[in-house]
Antibody, heavy 121, light 111 residues
Framework: QVQLLESGPRLLKPSETLSLTCIVSGDSLDDYFWTWIRQPAGKGLEWLGRIYSSGASYYNPSFGGRVSMSLDMSKNHFSLQMTSVTPTDTAVYYC???????????????WGQGILVTVSS | DIVMTQSPVSLPVTPGEPASISCRSSQSLLYSNDNYLDWYLQKPGQSPQLLIYLGSNRAPGVPDRFSGSASGTDFTLKISRVEPEDVGVYYCLQVFQNPFTFGQGTRLEIK
């Protein structure tokens, strides 16, 4: 069964760049969308964007162009970068798989366990 | 962006009793006879898990006491008989249009 696991630095200073990786095991990246979601402590879920196995991507415009994603088919992982972070970017960041082009539906699942990233000076 | 309005915020339920959570979208989520609306449950300390996709389809392994329905832009998640393991926060998610948007969440608690 496919499993996802987020990794990356857990503590950042304001203005730095957040870089997270989601390692996928049990399946390849082919023919799926790969999604990032975040959740500030005690708050709801926020969809950051997604990248298709072809490399095509869509980012939530509410992040003002700070978000980008990439994937590495050879290492079977995909990544999130968020520039110019501030304390308001402190959150648990999740990665998730989304069905690809030829499937009805765009649900999120499975999800990774999440990684808490704290932005503080 | 499509706005998802979810209610109630909090839902205390006696075990064995039914429960209902609503979600309203600011525009239609219907495409080719499918409503692009999912339901998720985030149990305490866990990642969210998919319950319902395309409005009314249970995800694999989800008990049949969970059901989803739609009427226009109004969506409902029903639990026929709440069990203690159903506690957590329920979210709706529209996957019709980028950017995907979540409802604010409904916290189900056991009385």
């Amino acid at each position: 069964q496919v499993q996802l696991l987020e990794s990356g630095p857990r503590l950042l200073k304001p203005s730095e760049t957040l870089s997270l990786t989601c390692i996928v095991s049990g399946d390849s990246l082919d023919d799926y969308f790969w999604t990032w979601i975040r959740q500030p402590a005690g708050k709801g879920l926020e969809w950051l964007g997604r990248i298709y196995s072809s490399g095509a991507s869509y980012y939530n415009p509410s992040f003002g162009g700070r978000v980008s994603m990439s994937l590495d088919m050879s290492k079977n992982h995909f990544s999130l970068q968020m520039t110019s972070v501030t304390p308001t970017d402190t959150a648990v960041y999740y990665c998730a798989r989304t069905p690809g082009m030829h499937v009805r539906g765009r649900w999120l699942g499975p999800w990774g366990q999440g990684i808490l990233v704290t932005v503080s000076s | 962006d499509i706005v998802m309005t979810q209610s109630p915020v909090s839902l205390p339920v006696t075990p064995g009793e039914p429960a209902s959570i609503s979600c309203r979208s600011s525009q239609s989520l219907l495409y080719s006879n499918d409503n692009y609306l999912d339901w998720y449950l985030q149990k305490p300390g866990q990642s969210p898990q998919l319950l319902i996709y395309l409005g009314s389809n249970r995800a694999p392994g989800v008990p049949d006491r969970f059901s989803g329905s739609a009427s226009g832009t109004d969506f409902t998640l029903k639990i026929s008989r709440v069990e203690p393991e159903d506690v957590g926060v329920y979210y709706c998610l529209q996957v019709f249009q980028n950017p995907f948007t979540f409802g604010q969440g409904t916290r189900l608690e056991i009385k």
